[in-house]
């Protein structure tokens, strides 16, 4: 596997263990600094996955799930043992992603793991679906391990979209796996389902931000009435 897709892999994660840690817990660092504290861990765990390439799952579990227990520790205001409940649930999620696509995908084209992960095209595929899955068991769990005060509603039509995604994924792999399809049709197929990925998720956290927004618009009004009372 290229690193650039180990990087944009562990960037995500990355990325995923912030915005889980940030919605049931508060910042004890400033957001540079926690950005940096992520590069750092995550980026020592990429080292070594690159460096073992990507072949002892076990230590590649164990780095991860400690890549996530030392940006938490260090960027948000949580008890250790806490922090480390949490650590080993995400790495589980992510772990159980990743089977449940990889093989998912193995028994539909009847052909082995390894077989799948020499077409850089179906592994990318597999990885978006895996990460997809990863980030909305974060996203479910965020909201079940928040404090009840914070908890939100969220529509079940919001599913819609990353169920609809999941789809398309498992769609476009089945195209670029036929042997007829031209490698420029891969490359579309690809650069699409990228795009689709990045629209899902920037539609979860522009939904987060409107909730957060009407919470606080709520909060000052309340406040307002109870003055005006007063």
């Known amino acids: 596997m290229p690193v650039w897709v180990y990087i944009l892999v562990y960037l995500f994660e ?3 263990a912030y915005l889980f840690f940030s919605e049931i817990s508060l910042r004890r660092r400033p957001l540079p600094a926690c950005i940096a504290v992520g590069l750092l861990t995550f980026g020592l765990a990429m080292v070594q996955n ?3 390439g990507n072949s002892n799952v076990f230590w590649n ?3 991860s799930a400690l890549a996530v227990f030392l940006f938490a520790l260090f960027s948000f205001s949580m008890k ?3 922090i ?3 650590s080993a649930i995400l790495t589980a999620l992510n772990l159980a992603a990743e089977l449940i696509v990889v093989f998912a995908t193995s028994s539909l084209a009847d052909a082995s793991t390894e077989a799948l992960y020499a077409q850089s095209y179906l592994f990318a595929l597999d990885t978006l679906g895996s990460k997809l899955l990863y980030f909305l068991a974060c996203y479910l769990l965020s909201r079940l391990a928040a404090p009840s005060n914070q908890r939100t509603r969220v529509p079940v039509s919001l599913f819609l979209y ?3 995604l999941l789809g398309c994924l498992l769609g476009f792999w089945y195209i670029c796996a036929e042997p007829t399809t031209s490698d420029q049709a891969r490359q579309v197929l690809t650069l699409l389902s990228v795009v689709l990925f990045l629209a899902t998720v920037t539609l979860f956290l522009a939904f ?5 927004r009407d919470s606080e618009l709520l909060s000052i009004r309340q406040e307002y009435e109870r003055q005006k009372m007063e």
Not at 208 to 212: L, N, S
Request: charged share 10%.
């Open 50 to 52: 690159v460096a073992m």
């Open 14 to 16: 990355g990325f995923t």
């Open 80 to 82: 250790p043992l806490h």
């Open 162 to 164: 990353p169920a609809a």
């Open 84 to 86: 480390l409940a949490y």
């Open 61 to 63: 579990v164990i780095f």
């Open 208 to 212: 987060q931000h409107e909730i957060r």
